[in-house]
């Protein structure tokens, strides 16, 4: 469950940058420091790019994993016992929560 807390960490970091960003250029004069700024905020977008990508991908991964999980509770002729079900339901569930805490997650 740590790559779903890392990919939040992520881009609340990525928020902070960008507050950051518009912060240090907010009193901008002259074009060099326009150009500066935009440097800056085309660093945060390569990261945000970079970030939507690993969300996809695991997203991705996500789906199948559970496709493989549903596949194995359901298993007629080899069906889990008690406690290996719930421990799978109770990983479900926590892939479940990662995964809303991610849709949640907005970045500006």
């Known amino acids: 469950m ?3 807390n890392r990919q ?3 881009v609340t970091d990525l928020k902070a940058e960008l507050e ?3 912060v240090k250029h907010q009193n901008r004069k002259t074009t060099h420091e326009d150009i500066d700024y935009l440097t800056d905020l085309s660093r945060c977008a390569h990261k945000k790019l970079s970030w939507q990508k690993q969300i996809a991908s695991l997203q ?3 789906l199948i994993v559970l496709e ?3 596949r194995l509770m359901n298993d007629p002729t080899n069906p889990p016992d008690e406690p290996t079900r719930d421990q799978m339901v ?3 569930q926590a892939v479940q929560s990662i995964m809303e805490r ?3 997650v907005k970045l500006s």
Do not use: F, I, P
């Open 2 to 4: 740590g790559c779903g």
């Open 8 to 10: 939040v960490r992520k």
């Open 20 to 22: 950051a960003v518009n």
């Open 60 to 62: 991705k991964r996500t």
């Open 68 to 70: 493989n999980m549903a």
């Open 90 to 92: 109770q990983s479900l």
């Open 102 to 104: 991610l849709q949640n």
